[in-house]
């Protein structure tokens, strides 16, 4: 039994208009599934399908073995996956970072010096261990992120649901934020429009169009682009790519 979710011919509907149509999907021990489409195709619907969050019209969802038909089955299941949200401050709900983070090993029995413990380690492998101390609705975009992350990982969880981890993410950030998701030994759902990505780190990708779930592949192939770079420096500093003045007024 290696299969950790199975979505077998779901049919999820919105405000009585159906989203997904006949979805099935299994998610196995160690794979990257990426789920791609086009805005409004289902994608967070589908994650929150996968923990309850949405029921199903018809259809019917499996975690780790069993079938989740009603709320009590779900709420058993729940904190083994951990789900990032879309919105993070739809996340993040404590006074501060740390209590944040620790809030999930708490909730799943951990003493206060564990819970703390493991967020503090959580905080410091995504490198925002210094963000402990700091009122969680006063961070940047960026910063909210890597925070929920953290608060997901903490709690250890078999799998991850992932809607767009690297929205608002810079680089430096984002290396760290794919070295920990490459890191963790669970099984990983990710919604992405991030295309490069998806393409470095998918195991396998499904398309969701018209509320429908295909197979989709992944390839990656050099471009070759001409565009400006926009190289900001001070004023007053020597820039050899600064634009010249029109003939005649120099
Ligand atoms: N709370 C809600 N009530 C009613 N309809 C909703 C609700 N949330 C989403 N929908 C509708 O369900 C459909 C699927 O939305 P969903 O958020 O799952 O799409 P998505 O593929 O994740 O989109 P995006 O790429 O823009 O994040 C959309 O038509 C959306 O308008």
Redesign the pocket.
């Known amino acids: 039994m290696s299969d950790l979710v199975a979505l077998a011919d779901v049919t999820v509907s ?2 009585g ?1 159906p ?1 997904l149509r006949d979805v099935s999907l299994v998610l196995s021990a160690g794979e990257r599934l990426a789920i791609v ?12 399908t996968v923990v309850g969050l949405q029921r199903p019209d018809r259809g019917s969802v499996r975690l780790f073995g069993v079938d989740c038909a009603h709320e009590k089955q779900f709420r058993l299941l729940r904190p083994r996956i951990g789900f990032l949200f ?1 919105d993070s401050d739809d996340q993040l709900f404590c006074p501060t970072v740390i209590e944040d983070v620790a809030f999930g090993p708490l909730n799943i029995g951990c003493t206060q010096a564990e819970a703390t413990a493991r967020a503090q380690r959580a905080l410091d492998e995504l490198g925002v261990g210094h963000l402990a101390n700091r009122v969680s609705h006063r961070l940047s975009g960026g910063e909210k992120r890597l925070v929920c992350l953290a608060g997901l990982v903490a709690m250890r969880p078999d799998v991850l649901l992932l ?2 981890p690297t929205n608002g993410i810079d680089e430096a950030n984002g290396q760290r934020l794919r070295t920990a998701l490459k890191d963790f030994a669970g099984a990983i759902i990710l ?1 992405s ?1 991030d295309a490069a990505f998806v393409a470095d780190f998918a195991s396998r990708a499904m398309i ?1 169009e018209a509320g429908r779930l295909a197979p989709a592949q992944i390839h990656s192939h050099p471009h070759v682009h001409t565009h400006a770079h926009v190289h900001p420096h001070p004023a007053d500093a020597a820039a050899p790519d600064r634009p010249r003045p029109p003939p005649g007024r120099d």
Do not use: I, W, Y
């Not at 489409?37 to 929150?48: E, H, I, M, S, V």
């Open positions: 919105r405000d208009t989203v489409g086009p805005n409004g195709a289902g994608k967070t619907t589908l994650l929150r879309q809607d767009e919604v429009h969701l």
